[in-house]
């Protein structure tokens, strides 16, 4: 079996687990693999935040449904139920734009505050 995200860990796919220890092997594993993806996409908030002239850019409704929309058809392509996409990249958009107007203020103190 091969896998991507760490190769040298993965012992079975959902139809070859047999013990809620395979399953919970895999969960961990694939946590892993979530949290260093999450790192690298929170890595270009900070960009985001670096690179962007005003506060005001920092939350773009017409950007949050297009990642939202993108994630939802991606999802139903690959079966991942909307129902668990749609939510999940909702709140991660949201503690993503609280990160980034940290990151913001934390790089232009003071500026466009609002």
């Known amino acids: 079996m091969t896998d991507t995200a760490d190769p040298d860990t993965r012992r079975h796919t959902a139809e070859s687990a047999e013990t809620m220890a395979d399953v919970r092997h895999e969960i961990d594993r694939l946590d892993r693999a979530l949290v260093k993806l999450l790192e690298e996409r929170q890595s270009f908030m900070d ?24 994630v939802v058809a991606e999802a139903q392509r690959q079966g991942l139920s909307p129902a668990i996409a749609e939510p999940v990249w909702r709140t991660l958009i949201d503690r993503s734009i609280a990160y980034e107007f940290e990151a913001f203020d934390a790089l232009k103190p003071g500026r466009d505050k609002a």
């Not at 962007?52 to 993108?70: C, L, P, T």
């Open 47 to 70: 960009a985001a935040a670096r690179i962007k002239g005003s506060r005001g850019a920092v939350h773009d409704r017409a950007r949050i449904e297009d990642v939202v929309a993108k």
